[in-house]
Antibody, heavy 117, light 110 residues
Framework: EVQLVESGGGLVQPGGSLRLSCAASGFTFTSYWMTWVRQAPGKGLEWVANVKQDGSETHYVDSVKGRLTISRDNAKNSLYLQMNSLRAEDTAIYYC??????????WGQGTLVTVSS | QSALTQPPSASGSPGQSVTISCTGTSGDVGGYNYVSWYQQHPGKAPKLMIYEVSKRPSGVPDRFSGSKSGNTASLTVSGLQAEDEADYYCSSYAGSNKNVFGTGTKVTVL
């Protein structure tokens, strides 16, 4: 059974940093691109970033470039999102998702990030 | 990277059909046959319902169908059931290994 479990969310002050993790199991992690998607409270889904199977290629939505960094550790079957220079508008539930071809076939339950003083 | 446009809400009575539109541009919806649809119940993670415009993953009822014409994709839910009440989001490949989501549609079963 495919499982994606996010962790690392919490309350952080504006300008602060946070590192999200996503533990993957039940599938061959190295065969898939992986993605982070976020959802601000009461709002819609927003694609944030993705990373290639070997970590050699990453892509970001313009609003997070230079502040958020996606990475993966294939030895640990884990996906990460390093979040720096956080802003109030980064407040959201962050989901990790398995990226199959051009869609997202499995999702984690999400972890909440709140940026507030 | 602008969000795809969906109607905020749609509704239908049990047994009826509802169709949700998803309008983009030639750079996303119109340029690729890579539109997908997701169902999200309150407090839950999104669930894939349709991929590559009209394909259904295993386990998704055939009441759910997808189509595309030009820059607009559509999701139709036939034979509405109470459990279909949820938010629905479209998504499209937008080139350069990026994706974009729609603004979301709340479906209400009357």
């Amino acid at each position: 059974e495919v499982q994606l479990v996010e962790s690392g969310g919490g309350l952080v002050q504006p300008g602060g940093s946070l590192r999200l993790s996503c533990a993957a199991s039940g599938f061959t992690f190295t065969s898939y691109w992986m993605t982070w998607v976020r959802q601000a409270p009461g709002k819609g889904l927003e694609w944030v970033a993705n990373v290639k199977q070997d970590g050699s290629e990453t892509h970001y939505v313009d609003s997070v470039k230079g502040r958020l960094t996606i990475s993966r550790d294939n030895a640990k079957n884990s996906l990460y999102l390093q979040m720096n220079s956080l802003r109030a508008e980064d407040t959201a539930i962050y989901y990790c998702a398995r990226h199959k071809a051009f869609y997202f076939d499995y999702w984690g339950q999400g972890t909440l990030v709140t940026v507030s003083s | 990277q602008s969000a795809l446009t969906q109607p905020p809400s749609a509704s239908g009575s049990p047994g009826q059909s509802v169709t949700i539109s998803c309008t983009g541009t030639s750079g996303d919806v119109g340029g690729y046959n890579y539109v997908s649809w997701y169902q999200q119940h309150p407090g839950k993670a999104p669930k894939l319902m349709i991929y590559e415009v009209s394909k259904r993953p295993s386990g998704v009822p055939d009441r759910f169908s997808g189509s595309k014409s030009g820059n607009t994709a559509s999701l139709t839910v036939s034979g509405l059931q109470a459990e279909d009440e949820a938010d629905y989001y479209c998504s499209s490949y937008a080139g350069s290994n990026k994706n974009v989501f729609g603004t979301g549609t709340k479906v209400t079963v009357l």
